[in-house]
């Protein structure tokens, strides 16, 4: 743990003249303000440093716009994009009338899911690891208007460009579906990926690895130890940062949409989930797969609310072009040990117990980490809390499943409109606990549909012209 005034000390120390407060906003992007730092001080770390919040999406009302951001002594790090030495910390946000945490700010939620854990007795952490899948691609041009509407996205691995003119072409490419996990000189990608580990090291995040995925056109991942929650989507957000400015120092471009390439692998976010207490791990035992009675409690739990839990977890409309069958997409709502055809996978970790864990395989990178590792958290303790049964494991590759067979098996929405009607009927489990307001979750279904559902019902898309343009 870092004290507040050992920040001020290295700031004085290392003659840091200016202070980069980030703070997520609800949909999941990182804001940012700096400052000097004559404008820090001990109190920064309890009554925060005052900012304008009327224009941060889905915050409050211009009349209620006066907001401060509470930095986190544990968040500092050196950001390693700026010219100037800039101390970089991560904020919560506080209403400064009340001196109370804001109950729309993402990391205070997570915050009060923690709370929630210890409350009730069942756990004192909860770890999570998170594994967040990108496309690095050299070229994305987009527009959408009243006459016209495209994407385009282009990578010299894409398969697609096997025959164009590149003077010369070298033919490298990965087939679709079948870049996990080449050496070079068909993986083009591993120097920008090995400087994207380092510079997330010296960022405080802990690594572990790298390789590309299986996606043509440059789908990567790189991976970070299992934390606990708030440091664990601390992190993630860390890990995005860092990705996206060191393709930006190559001449590349990150996306971490779920299915940017049709017809190829979507990038998924599989999300290990662990609960502890005293220093002791409570999903071993001697159930199914090596899981404890809790811990196949939790799994009912997910498997109970999942429907409503992709609202947070998988929150774009894109998020639903990579859901669907046939792409090792988790689409079954069922668990298994070492099956990526389930939803939920217990890997098969060995014997020991502290290695004993879950993976929920649905979640995608356009979340807000803190939102979506707070309703997993409230959805698998529901489950203990209520001996939810996740009844019995599907140790199949459910794909290959007959139709009668497949229609036994629950899936996931098919669209983010279907999930926000399932998070309108099942969010007791979020706002019983006190973790998410009825405010927070009614806000979230209104700016879901506002701006982002209903506007991409309004207009025609490019695949319609080609189905009915000469009706």
Request: charged share 25%; aromatic share 10%.
């Amino acid at each position: 743990m870092t004290t507040p005034q050992e920040v001020l000390k290295m700031i004085q120390d290392q003659d840091i003249q200016m202070i980069d407060l980030k703070f997520i906003d609800m949909p999941g992007i990182w804001q940012h303000l700096t400052v000097h730092r004559d404008q820090i001080d001990e109190s920064s770390f309890t009554e925060g440093v005052p900012f304008d919040g009327s224009s941060i999406r889905g915050w409050k009302a211009i009349n209620e716009s006066d907001m401060a951001m509470v930095l986190d002594p544990n968040t500092v790090w050196i950001d390693p994009f700026m010219q100037e030495p800039t101390l970089s910390i991560i904020c919560s946000i506080q209403e400064p009338r009340t001196g109370q945490p804001y109950d729309r700010c993402p990391r205070v939620i997570a915050q009060k899911a923690l709370d929630y854990l210890v409350s009730t007795g069942t756990g004192d952490t909860a770890f999570f690891g998170p594994e967040a899948e990108f496309f690095i691609f050299d070229d994305v041009r987009f527009d959408q208007n009243q006459h016209s509407g495209y994407y385009y996205v282009d990578s010299v691995e894409g398969r697609w460009n096997s025959g164009r003119e590149e003077s010369p072409n070298l033919g490298y490419k990965p087939r679709y579906k079948e870049g996990y996990f080449p050496v070079a000189p068909t993986d083009t990608s591993q120097d920008i990926r090995t400087e994207m580990l380092l510079v997330m090291a010296k960022c405080g995040v802990p690594i572990e690895k790298h390789h590309h995925e299986v996606a043509t056109g440059g789908q990567c991942e790189l991976g970070f130890r299992f934390g606990k929650l708030i440091e664990a989507a601390d992190w993630l957000m860390t890990y995005k940062y860092v990705i996206k400015n060191v393709g930006k120092k190559y001449g590349k471009t990150i996306t971490f949409m779920p299915k940017p390439v049709f017809q190829d692998n979507g990038s998924g976010m599989h999300t290990h989930q662990s609960i502890w207490k005293d220093g002791q791990p409570l999903f071993a035992g001697d159930k199914y797969a090596g899981l404890s009675e809790m811990g196949l409690h939790y799994i009912g739990g997910i498997l109970r609310h999942a429907p409503a839990l992709l609202a947070l977890t998988n929150p774009s409309t894109n998020s639903y072009k990579r859901l669907v069958p046939g792409y090792e997409a988790p689409v079954n709502l069922a668990y298994s040990q070492g099956n990526r055809s389930a939803s939920i996978r217990i890997p098969l970790s060995g014997t020991n117990p502290k290695a004993k864990r879950l993976e929920f395989r649905c979640p995608d990178a356009t979340c807000n980490p803190y939102l979506a590792f707070a309703a997993m958290l409230c959805a698998g303790l529901d489950g203990i809390k209520n001996k939810i049964d996740p009844g019995e494991p599907l140790d199949k590759n459910i794909y290959e499943l007959s139709p009668e067979e497949l229609a036994k098996v629950p899936s996931t929405p098919g669209s983010l409109e279907l999930a926000l009607e399932a998070l309108e009927k099942d969010h007791a489990f979020l706002t019983e606990p006190g973790v998410f307001t009825e405010d927070f979750i009614q806000t979230w279904i209104s700016y879901k549909l506002d701006n982002e559902v209903n506007p991409m019902r309004l207009r025609p898309h490019p695949y319609e012209f080609a189905l009915y343009y000469d009706a």
